[in-house]
């Protein structure tokens, strides 16, 4: 089992804040982006690859590849997650594997989303598969790691 | 102080951190401490007073870097009000500045709620949209937020200077303990980035460069020269092809959308990025609001344009500088969309490309323009204005300013003319940058040498000895580490 240290939820993904604050606070070699459509999209892996920074690995997989990959023999690197989809926190955990800590950053409005709090909207599904999720792990709303995070209740 | 230079003060405050209505470089200018304590200074008619003090606010924010617009403190009220105590009460500029210091967080606030109230211009767009009004997205990204903008910087600045004037009388009896608490706070900034920058030859860099300044004092106006030099040398083929814009055709693939289109758009986007910054859209209003001329002249029906303006007006954020390849791709996308005549309910993929290119653009952009261009130019001219070379010290802050300019410009033109593929080369020319690579050196050299010309005039100011800085300087020292050890 691959070693997580820390899932980020994120409408955008692999974006500013996380480049420049949060790869190197958690000091992680390895960020693994899950989400279906990216992962068969072949501009945006490009791009996305192209532009993280050197010294990171990235792999961008679909779910079901994701829980193969994570299910790997720990190679000692520390693994950042990030992915928009909530439910696939759901599946990881059906799915056994360890998450110790999710972090909230930005999930932008739509119409099926109300304001949670601040950057964060969600829809009433989402919020019941978070609140499911805050059984088993901690879940909290944080943009920067300097900043004081909110916990989901 | 009279009404009138109250008033130029509001409008400067909310001009400089509104970021708006500046052609998106007074981030990069008016709102750097540096230059909000000259024009302060300048309202006051003392310009090179403020900005002296300006410069030592800016030592001690230098490492401030805006990702998502989460801030520490407002760097450029703080500036503003280091000035104005500096030029009413005497205070020297370290003094000025940590008299200052607490300002800041009030001018904080400001930007918090900023991103809470503009939400209400979005519902109120919103509600108009679905009403079938067509509303004009200029009144609801532009006019209105500016406007309540205004009225909130006004009122801040009526507040700061009115409690710095109450003050007076004990800001002046307590110069000694501002005094130390300016020099700790210059000195655990310095000791903050230094470790930030993780390079053992940049300490290495900074501790000979501030030995030279202090032993033989060297003109900043050759270090200039010296550094911009370097930078020309480093800045290899590929960074000029960013900077090189290709005379493009005057019309546009199609047709419809001609070069001035393009130009009018990208002068919008400049001019109101996070002119409606909310957390519920962050810069789509403004996206919007850049589409509006390139939809009427795709367009002829009222509704077909507020029907598209609309569209774009969804979630958007990205490095306003580095991300206008998007804008000039997503244009040419809703071109070819409207000459091919594919419906609105089919434009999903120009949303998904939208929103996937913006967070790889903003996440490279902040790595460059604000993580080296900015605290490597504005460190210039901090280090010019320790020299008393104030006119010089406005060059590069110029030059940057003009950089910004030119990476935005280009990329939004090569988005439009040459596809998507050009945020990928831009990704790979600025991954490349040897500007980058080389960056902690240069910067913890200019460092060095800043602090070293401000500790000369700090010297020759006071009849203080030695042993008062050292004592500062090891204690500020020792905070520093123990706050970063306990953040991590």
């Known amino acids: ?153 | 102080m009279d009404i009138k230079q109250i008033i130029l003060l509001s409008v400067l405050y909310y001009w400089a951190s509104s970021t708006a209505l500046s052609l998106g470089v007074g981030y990069y200018t008016m709102y750097r401490p540096v230059i909000a304590g000259c024009l302060t200074g300048l309202v006051l008619g003392e310009p090179f007073t403020g900005m002296m003090a300006g410069a030592v606010v800016n030592i001690i924010y230098i490492d401030f870097v805006s990702t998502g617009g989460s801030l520490e403190g407002d760097q450029c009220l703080t500036a503003m009000i280091a000035a104005l105590m500096a030029v009413l009460f005497g205070l020297s500029p370290v003094e000025a500045s940590a008299a200052a210091y607490p300002f800041g967080f009030l001018g904080i606030l400001i930007w918090k709620y900023r991103l809470n109230i503009n939400s209400v211009f979005v519902k109120k767009y919103e509600k108009k949209f679905a009403e079938g009004m067509n509303p004009h997205i200029g009144i609801y990204d532009g006019l209105l937020p500016q406007l309540l903008l205004f009225i909130m910087s006004a009122a801040v600045i009526l507040v700061t200077v009115f409690v710095t004037l109450l003050l007076r009388k004990f800001i002046i009896n307590i110069k000694y303990v501002l005094f130390l608490a300016g020099i700790f706070l210059v000195f655990s900034s310095t000791w903050n980035i230094l470790y930030k920058l993780q390079s053992k030859k940049g300490y290495l860099i900074f501790a000979m460069s501030l030995t030279t300044a202090l032993l033989v004092n060297p003109s900043s106006y050759i270090i200039f020269l010296i550094v911009s030099a370097i930078i020309l040398l480093l800045s290899n083929k590929k960074m000029k092809l960013i900077l090189n814009s290709k005379d493009y055709e005057t019309h546009g693939k199609n047709g419809k959308i001609r070069k001035r289109d393009l130009i009018y758009s990208w002068f919008v986007w400049m001019n109101f990025s996070h002119s409606c910054y909310s957390y519920e859209r962050l810069q789509g209003m403004a996206f919007a609001h850049s589409m509006r001329n390139v939809f009427k002249r795709l367009y002829t029906g009222e509704e077909e344009i507020a029907g598209a303006i609309h569209r774009h007006s969804e979630i958007f954020n990205t490095e306003p500088n580095m991300g206008t390849p998007i804008h000039g791709y997503i244009i040419s996308l809703e071109e070819s969309k409207q000459k091919n005549k594919i419906a609105d309910e089919n434009t999903d993929d120009i949303m998904f490309i939208k929103k996937g290119m913006m967070g790889i653009a903003a996440g490279l952009g902040d790595s460059y323009t604000q993580v080296v261009l900015t605290p490597l130019f504005i460190l210039m001219s901090v280090m010019l204005c320790f020299d008393n070379k104030f006119i010089m010290a406005l060059v590069p802050v110029m030059i940057l300013a003009s950089v910004i300019l030119i990476i935005s410009y280009t990329g939004f033109m090569k988005g439009y003319y040459e596809g998507r593929n050009s945020l990928i080369e831009r990704v790979n020319i600025v991954k490349n940058s040897r500007i980058k690579t080389y960056f902690p050196y240069i910067f913890s050299g200019i460092l060095g040498v800043s602090l070293g010309k401000l500790l000369i005039i700090m010297f020759s100011g006071t009849s203080e000895n030695l042993t008062i800085y050292i004592t500062v300087g090891i204690i500020s020292m020792v905070y520093t580490i123990v706050k970063i050890k306990r953040r991590n």
């Open chain 1, 1 to 153: 089992m691959k070693k997580i240290a820390l899932i980020r939820v994120d409408d955008r993904l692999m974006h500013g804040q996380v480049v420049v604050s949060w790869i190197p606070y958690l000091k992680v070699d390895e960020v693994l982006i899950i989400d279906d459509e990216y992962a068969t999209d072949e501009f945006m892996t490009l791009l996305i690859k192209s532009a993280a920074p050197d010294n990171i690995k990235v792999h961008i997989l679909s779910c079901r590849q994701a829980l193969e990959y994570l299910n790997k023999d720990d190679e000692g690197t520390r693994i950042l997650i990030l992915l928009r989809n909530i439910e696939y926190i759901k599946k990881l955990l059906e799915s056994n594997v360890k998450l110790n800590k999710i972090n909230l950053g930005n999930l932008g409005s739509n119409p099926e989303r109300k304001k949670y709090y601040n950057s964060v909207y969600l829809s009433d599904s989402e919020l019941s598969i978070l609140r499911e999720i805050s059984r088993q792990c901690e879940i909290e709303i944080k943009m920067l790691p300097g900043d004081e995070g909110k916990a989901l209740e």
